[in-house]
């Protein structure tokens, strides 16, 4: 399983980007995928998540409204849509496979990628 994230960049605040996670190793037909980012000092956030299998979505509140999480899942990858970022978005975000949840958006991570900085600043 391998699950490759890139995408990011530096982008100034109210700015977009899309990410997106190259999944090898099992399909996203049926699949709970997601969006996890960590910024130095601060505690590891679940951003967003979805099942595949039934198209519920999570979000955590800090991107609700701003991030759309999307699968293409004939080309088996994942992406992130982020629009109006804020400086606070600045992290590395890293694609994973686990379980969504409502409390920890996602969780119980089976599989990891490498991550893609996203920096947010003027």
């Known amino acids: 399983v391998q699950l490759q994230a890139y995408g990011g960049g530096s982008v100034q605040p109210g700015g977009s980007l899309r990410l997106s996670c190259a999944v090898s190793g099992f399909t996203l037909k049926s699949a709970a995928i997601g969006w996890v980012r960590q910024s130095p000092g601060k505690e590891r956030e679940g951003v967003s998540c979805?099942?595949?299998?039934?198209?519920?979505?999570y979000y955590a509140d800090s991107v609700k409204g701003r991030f759309t999480i999307s699968t293409d899942n004939e080309k088996n990858i994942m992406y992130l849509q982020m629009n109006s970022l804020k400086s606070e978005d600045t992290a590395i975000y890293y694609c994973?496979?686990?379980?969504?949840?409502?409390?920890?958006?996602?969780?119980?991570?089976?599989?990891w990628g490498h991550g893609t900085q996203v920096t947010v600043s003027s």
């Open positions: 979805v099942t595949t299998y039934d198209g519920n979505t």
């Open positions: 994973a496979a686990g379980l969504c949840s409502t409390s920890e958006v996602i969780e119980a991570i089976d599989f």
